[in-house]
């Protein structure tokens, strides 16, 4: 069965089906678990609980009722500190909806709803939605159940986008600035860390661009850059087998000194010493960012 993470032991989860692009799934929740890359998205609800989820190295510790939405190539691991039931979990494919087809939400846009666990005002309501979705992905496959599946899902992303007051945020000129510069840096970033590349293809000044970029997030353009560059670099120590100078090499870094650099520089250790963490199984080290004054 394919693995819906990434990693180099096998893990009882799985991808949803072909015929329809959604399925339920058993998350692989054990202490001293691999962090993988996900390979699609993950919807999961904590139904009794805790839930220890970290995802992108950061730590939530997820009581009943919490919803977390985990995106593709998010790096991500779980544990239960206590006794619980496993989490429902949903997984959907990354572009099974297209951009124009749930007003005003993308699924595919990695800074869209749930960036952060959500607590629903109703989680009884959840859990049905979970179970039927659940259970209709587990029926017999066909044009019509692959349809009410997907007005399932459409439904149930659509609520927690109401939920998350994130989501509205971009009326003004710089959240459009910024916005069109967020989509093109995930498509250049293992190319250029310029910011001046990044406002020439938008076609407005380095200084707009940063001036957006500190509005929306409080950090300057060329941090934002470096931040998902560094991002990106964390995710591959931490859960795959290449080497240090392979994933400097695929994001853009000629020489493995550069890349040791700049990774010290962004998250105060060497990548080898980063990847330690993973490797002996000690606690994932969660490097802050650098001050915007940096």
Not at 86 to 110: A, H, K, M, N, Q
Not at 242 to 255: C, H, N, P, Y
Not at 277 to 288: D, K, N
Request: hydrophobic share 40%; with cysteine.
């Amino acid at each position: 069965m394919p693995a819906l993470i990434h990693h180099t032991e096998p893990a009882p989860t799985c991808l949803p089906p072909d015929w329809s692009g959604i399925g339920g799934c058993v998350l692989p929740v054990a202490a001293g678990a691999a962090t993988g890359l996900l390979r699609c998205h993950a919807l999961v609800l904590t139904t009794i609980g805790p839930l220890l989820a970290e995802i992108d190295f950061a730590e939530h510790l997820c009581g009943p009722g919490t919803l977390l939405w985990i995106r593709p190539g998010q790096a991500a691991r779980f544990a239960r500190p206590g006794d619980g039931d496993d989490p429902l979990t949903i997984v959907f494919r990354p572009g099974l909806f297209g951009t124009e087809e749930l007003p005003g939400l993308s699924p595919d846009d990695p800074s869209g709803p749930a960036r952060q666990p959500l607590t629903p005002p109703g989680p009884a309501v959840f859990r049905d939605v979970f179970a039927h979705l659940a259970a209709d992905a587990a029926g017999p496959p066909g044009p019509v159940a692959a349809a009410l599946l997907r007005h399932e899902l459409a439904a149930l992303l659509l609520r927690i986008a109401t939920l998350d007051p994130g989501s509205e945020l971009r009326a003004h000129i710089e959240s459009r600035t910024f916005e069109r510069f967020r989509r093109r840096l995930e498509e250049r970033y293992p190319h250029t860390r310029r910011v001046e590349d990044y406002a020439a293809e938008l076609g407005c000044s380095v200084r707009t661009l940063t001036r957006a970029s500190l509005a929306l997030t409080g950090r300057t353009a060329k941090q934002v850059v470096d931040d998902r560059v560094a991002l990106q670099a964390r995710r591959m120590l931490a859960a795959t087998s290449m080497s240090v100078a392979e994933v400097g090499r695929g994001l853009g870094f000629g020489e493995p000194t550069n890349f040791g650099r700049f990774f010290h520089r962004e998250t105060g250790l060497s990548p080898g010493q980063f990847r330690g963490r993973f490797v002996t199984g000690q606690p994932a080290a969660i490097p802050g960012q650098r001050s915007p004054a940096d």
